[in-house]
């Protein structure tokens, strides 16, 4: 029987006793010499950190191994060498917080492993900004009577400070969108929205202190409340910088990129100062924010579920190239299509290894090979990592029948 022995290293000794399908480990009789001091003192309760007792160079094949292994698992031999980045500590600018109102306080943090809220009073990967504005956001949230029991709470670092966006499950009243607004102008923070704990909920804006902005590759955007960014500012650069190395220098004449997954144009920008864009959306607010700031820029939006409804492969023949850049998830039904088109060059960002297989299999089926791939490790210390993958399809020469 394979049992479950956490924070354990290959290669080590451990006495230990056996609780269902797990090892309670009692002692380290042999220790790994990748073993390492975890730097925070909540490591092993705090749920947003699984790697700290590893060595960071250990921990970078670790994470180059998930990608290796999924893409030779999707059929695939492995290019030359492969590049790699790690976002140093201190450098989160996106965090999505539980919340929960106790007899002690308001406890602000990650969930621990299956279990309640973790108190964040140490965080070394979070932005020192951030974590002090969440230790100057307790006693305000302490105080909010749309707060009961638990929520949530968004941060997103823009350039022009933090964005929060707050769920409970009641809105707040008058006397909660005061206390906010008072929160937001002592602490500078441009704006504060909320939206309902309830899945599905649009957020809707509590108070603008001032005008909200973002740049990406250049072009100022305003990212809606709920916006997706990049989880550091140096995972963001490395992969915009991957995903244009994969791409031709100089693209032919009326070229055209199609980017599924756009978001608020994180690559979308750095893309069209190469050649026209078609990116797709399926976040509303998203793609309007994407439009707005697209300005003279060779870029159209299109707002689309592609979940539901997928360009199809007849649709994405005429295309230079495609870019994709889906959620946890993968690219589902879009990658099929993609697949199918006979396109000749395919990236895809990719922050889970086992959507990655799942999609470059059918990319490998559909006759494409792996030309590079890079690997981004922006969530330090915990088992998430990213990639990006270029895949490329020998032109297929058709033959007309004249009659």
């Keep these: 029987m394979t049992l479950f022995a956490p924070f354990t290293l290959p290669g080590e000794t451990v006495l230990y006793s056996r609780s269902g399908d797990r090892a309670v480990i009692e002692q380290r009789l042999r220790e790994s010499p990748d073993r390492v001091r975890p730097p925070c003192g909540l490591f092993a309760r705090c749920g947003g950190c699984a790697l700290q007792h590893l060595a960071v160079d250990a921990t970078a094949s670790f994470k180059r191994h998930l990608v290796e292994s999924a893409l030779r698992d999707a059929g695939y031999e492995l290019p030359g060498p492969i590049a790699e980045h790690t976002s140093p500590p201190y450098a989160r600018r996106r965090m999505d917080l539980a919340l929960r109102r106790s007899r002690d306080g308001m406890l602000v943090g990650l969930h621990q492993r299956g279990g309640d809220v973790v108190d964040m009073t140490e965080c070394h990967v979070l932005h020192p900004r951030l974590f002090r504005l969440i230790e100057d956001a307790r006693p305000v949230l302490m105080r909010l009577s749309a707060l009961r029991g638990t929520g949530s709470l968004l941060v997103n670092l823009l350039e022009t400070g933090p964005d929060l966006l707050l769920s409970t499950d009641e809105a707040p009243g008058t006397a909660d969108r005061a206390r906010l607004a008072e929160f937001a102008r002592a602490a500078g923070v441009p704006r504060i929205a909320w939206r309902p704990l309830k899945p599905g909920g649009t957020p809707e804006i509590v108070c603008a202190i001032e005008p909200v902005r973002h740049t990406l590759s250049g072009v100022a955007v305003v990212p809606p409340p709920d916006a997706f960014l990049q989880a550091t500012l140096e995972g963001e650069a490395a992969i915009v ?87 946890y998830a993968g690219s589902g039904a879009q990658m099929q299509e993609v697949a199918r088109s006979g396109v000749e060059r395919v990236v895809m960002v990719s922050c889970n290894p086992k959507a990655l297989r799942r999609d470059a299999e059918m990319l490998h089926k559909a006759g494409y090979a792996l030309e590079r791939v890079t690997v981004v490790d922006q969530f330090l210390w915990s088992v998430q990592v990213e990639s990006v993958a270029a895949f490329v399809r020998p032109r297929v020469r058709r033959h007309v029948k004249h009659r």
Excluded at 263 to 287: M, N, P
Excluded at 305 to 311: F, G, S
């Design 241 to 327: 910088a991957a995903v244009l190395d994969a791409m031709p220098q100089a693209w032919p004449r009326g070229a055209r990129v199609v980017e599924f997954f756009a978001g608020c144009g994180t690559l979308t920008f750095a893309l069209a100062r190469r050649g026209r864009v078609l990116a797709v959306e399926g976040h509303q607010a998203s793609a309007l924010c994407l439009r707005s700031a697209a300005g003279g820029l060779p870029i159209e939006v299109l707002n689309r579920d592609l979940n539901r409804q997928p360009i199809l492969a007849a649709d994405l023949g005429r295309a230079s190239a495609i870019v994709l850049d889906p959620p």
